[in-house]
């Protein structure tokens, strides 16, 4: 029986507990706030409506951080209280320090669209493995482009498969070489300016509300709790992918009751690279713009001659192919046999 621990009480932590609940994978829901009055009120709530929506999670709530012993995952939220704000910052330092001792090898999973740099420090000085380390905000960012491209391309979202790599918004790539709509790759569905224009909007869905970052925290739990086999975007420490450490990035990640068990990351499109290291304060996508046709580099042997596809062979392309040919394979023997060969417009071999 699974047991799924929020550290706050707050909007966030609310709709991560409702969204838990409501899923009805998980056993018992602990909401954990300085405000116990609040946490259990809430927990309450929640409870309650399971008449309604038909599940049967049992949720307390408690000021009482020792209770996170036994946990099978820890969600970092918000606290009760205005604004609601997220756990970050020496703050949220402080509290992980305390809660660390009680969790065991449970993951923590942070669901705040504004705590990658307490994820780094989770890692950096409260001794945390980077396996345990989870951002889950990512999640609710790749499924809320999903939908945009669902709506762009006249589909259900459930058919739209992406995932996004880097920290949102600034340094975000979404590899669009690899993502897919109902199975077929998404360049055969969709036309460069409709890309363009999902992105131009992509960055105005950075942060998400409450209510999806607490889905979304609800979504990765479940992945743990039960080792899904499935990938999901998800903000973790880096620990060699993209040839960087020790920074937080989003990645594609296999989860389990060990946190992080496999990171993939997927091909970049052309004109696309992923920017880390110094002088640059966040993971960076810079793109490059296409040059005009008569300043791309060309080989020797497509300058010569253009392939057209709509004439069929191009006989002067082959000529030129076999001569290349030719003069590599005149040269290989004329070394062999002591004698210089030197094929005509390329110079001696």
């Excluded at 925290?217 to 903000?235: D, I, N």
């Excluded at 062979?313 to 590599?328: H, K, L």
Aim: net charge positive; proline share 5%; glycine share 10%.
């Amino acid at each position: 029986m699974s047991t799924v621990a929020i550290l706050g009480a707050g909007d966030l932590g609310g709709a991560a507990a409702q969204a838990l609940a409501a899923r009805d994978h998980v056993h018992r829901i602990l909401l954990i706030d300085t405000a116990a009055r609040a946490a259990a009120g809430k927990a309450l709530d929640i409870k309650q409506s399971g008449a309604v929506s038909g599940f049967h999670a049992k949720l307390e709530g408690t000021d009482d951080i020792s209770r996170l012993t036994g946990c099978t995952v820890c969600i970092v939220a918000d606290r009760f209280g205005a604004g609601s704000p997220e756990w970050q910052g020496e703050e949220g330092l402080a509290l992980l320090k305390r809660a660390v001792p009680y969790l065991s090898a449970a993951p923590l999973i942070f669901a705040g669209a504004l705590q990658a740099p307490l994820m780094a420090a989770a890692a950096r000085e409260a001794g945390v493995a980077r396996e345990r380390l989870i951002g889950s905000a990512a999640e609710g960012f790749a499924s809320a482009i999903a939908a945009i491209v669902a709506m762009e391309a006249r589909c259900s979202p459930g058919e739209v498969m992406l995932t996004v790599l880097g920290t949102p918004p600034a340094g975000f790539v979404v590899p669009w070489s690899e993502a897919s709509i109902g199975g077929y790759a998404l360049d055969r569905v969709m036309e460069q300016v409709q890309r363009t224009r999902i992105e131009a909007r992509v960055v105005k869905l950075w942060p998400p509300g409450a209510y999806t970052l607490g889905a979304s925290a609800a979504r990765v739990a479940e992945a743990v709790t039960t080792s899904s086999r499935r990938f999901f975007s998800v903000l973790t420490v880096l620990n060699g992918e993209f040839k960087v450490r020790d920074r937080v990035g989003a990645v594609p990640a296999l989860l389990s009751l060990r946190g992080i068990v496999h990171t993939r990351v997927p091909s970049l499109g052309t004109r696309e690279v992923f920017a880390f290291g110094e002088g640059v304060a966040l993971p960076t996508r810079l793109r490059f713009k296409k040059l005009p046709e008569h300043r791309i580099p060309r080989s020797e042997s497509v300058s010569r001659s253009r392939v057209d596809p709509s004439r069929g062979i191009d006989a002067n392309f082959i000529e030129t192919v076999v001569e290349r040919w030719r003069g590599a394979t005149m040269s290989n023997k004329g070394k062999d046999t002591g004698q210089d060969f030197e094929s005509p417009g390329f110079g001696q071999l």
